[in-house]
């Protein structure tokens, strides 16, 4: 148990106490009986040894719960506030870029996309691109994917499926390719800096629900990646539960109508 919890801390940040032992011993026999071995040890050494497996046991043991418009008073704030004082500094045509980690199976992406397109006027005046990024690949391969079953969809306006979605197939309905096809999806550690090293610079990110699964040095760590990856005046969207005061003073605290957020001054 505690080298499983050690080993997924040094590759992920994310922290797995004595009250996941349960959780933890489930995931690690599915990859044990998939991979025919029978001795913990000697999976923990093979895991160690190769990318693909370790790749596979992270995929595990990530959780990916989301859906369509989570927590849209973001999206509102995105485009009432945060993209209308960004693009003072900008001119038509300009590049705006926007970062969803993690994005898990693509809904937050594309939720942005989506949102955009149907909230903001001025969209088509910029150049707006969209990356999303995860830590568990096979997360990343569905987003690419683009087929969704109701429970995601659920929030979304009837208008909003039969714009972007097509009819439905065998209970899901997938992102039409023009939308799907202008996501890009890029894996990253956001504790592991040389995952991070060819992103660029972002003008707003949405980093929500991530920080609460780790201890303090590997917030810290985040927090110093998400602030190097800021460009300045860049806005920073946490999860409802999540506060960067906590963690790091470079950020400053913004309260605007819909949302708190945290920009890079």
């Known amino acids: 148990m505690k080298r ?75 485009s009432r506030e945060i993209l209308p004082e960004l693009i003072k500094t900008k ?49 990343m391969d569905q987003a690419r994917a683009g087929f969704y079953a109701s429970r995601s969809l659920a929030r979304l306006p009837e208008t909003v499926l039969r714009t972007y979605f097509e009819p439905e197939r065998n209970h899901r309905r997938k992102i039409i390719d023009d939308l799907r096809e202008s996501i890009r999806f890029l894996p990253a550690n956001l504790v592991d800096r040389s995952t991070l090293a060819s992103f660029g610079t972002f003008d707003v990110i949405l980093c929500r629900n991530l920080l609460i699964y780790f201890d303090d040095a590997s917030r810290l760590l985040a927090a110093a990646n998400l602030f190097d990856l800021m460009n300045p005046g860049g806005f920073l969207c946490l999860g409802h539960s999540e506060s960067m005061n906590r963690i790091s003073d470079r950020f400053t605290l913004a309260r605007l109508q819909d949302a708190i957020v945290y920009r890079r001054p």
């Open 4 to 78: 499983v919890a050690d080993l997924l801390y040094r590759w992920t940040g994310m922290i797995f106490g004595e009250n996941k032992r349960y959780y933890i011993e489930r995931r690690i026999g599915e990859r044990m009986r998939t991979q025919g071995q029978i001795a913990p040890g000697a999976y923990l050494d093979f895991a160690s040894g190769h990318l693909a497996e370790r790749e596979a046991l992270i995929n595990a043991f990530t959780i990916n719960e989301t859906y369509f418009y989570r927590e849209d008073h973001q999206l509102a704030a995105l």
């Open 91 to 139: 001119r038509p045509g300009d590049l705006v870029r926007i970062w969803s980690m993690p994005c898990s199976t693509g809904e937050e992406p594309y939720s942005i996309a989506i949102w955009l397109l149907e909230n903001w006027p001025l969209v088509d005046a910029y150049n707006i691109e969209i990356v999303g990024s995860d830590i568990d690949t096979a997360a």
